[in-house]
């Protein structure tokens, strides 16, 4: 068992430096594709509740004797899909070392590490991993910030304190893995 968790931490691994290694046309389409399902959702939404809205928005209208002018500004189309590309971009991020730590964190336990240095071992791998990717990044003429290797590391820290909180709270239980 030990074999298939170093098989799959060095694949996520892999997974992750490729990702970080593709040039940023090819990483913003990625993005991009995901923004646009996203998009055509909130354009069915809108269409689909478009008339109850209306039918609500009259209704509040005329109890409060407020002009249609005092609605509230809505986002424009454009700036929803870059604030969905930003999102998703971090959202990303967040999963991919989310990923990394709960990986690492059960390839340790596999070894028989101690709970604390599962956490440990685990959060000093997936910091090692995050600052790596964003230097390579910087080869492939893209961006990279420490707030990228900030974020990739929250990612991974919640993946140890999920793991480890559950752990902790089956301790009078069998435990999960």
């Not at 407020?66 to 590309?85: E, M, R």
């Not at 991993?129 to 390579?136: K, Q």
């Amino acid at each position: 068992m030990k074999r298939v968790w170093i098989i799959l931490v060095v694949g996520w691994i892999c997974f992750i430096f490729y990702q970080g290694m593709q040039v940023g046309e090819v990483s913003m389409d990625k993005s991009d594709r995901v923004v646009t399902q996203m998009m055509r959702m909130i354009d069915w939404w809108e269409e689909t509740f478009k008339k109850k809205e209306e039918l609500i928005l009259e209704n509040l209208i005329e109890r409060s004797e407020a002009t249609p002018s005092s609605q509230l500004p809505i986002h424009s189309k454009v700036q929803l899909q870059k604030n969905l590309s930003y999102f998703v971009r971090k959202a990303a991020h967040f999963t991919e070392y989310f990923m990394l730590a709960v990986l690492l964190l059960l390839m340790f336990r596999s070894f028989n590490v101690s709970l604390w240095n599962q956490g440990i071992y685990s959060l000093f791998v997936v910091l090692l991993c995050a600052v790596l990717d964003e230097y390579f990044q910087s080869f492939v003429f893209r961006t990279s910030s420490v707030s990228d290797v900030v974020l990739d590391f929250c990612g991974g820290l919640f993946g140890v304190a999920v793991l480890l909180g559950v752990n902790l709270c089956n301790k009078t239980k069998t435990t999960i893995w």
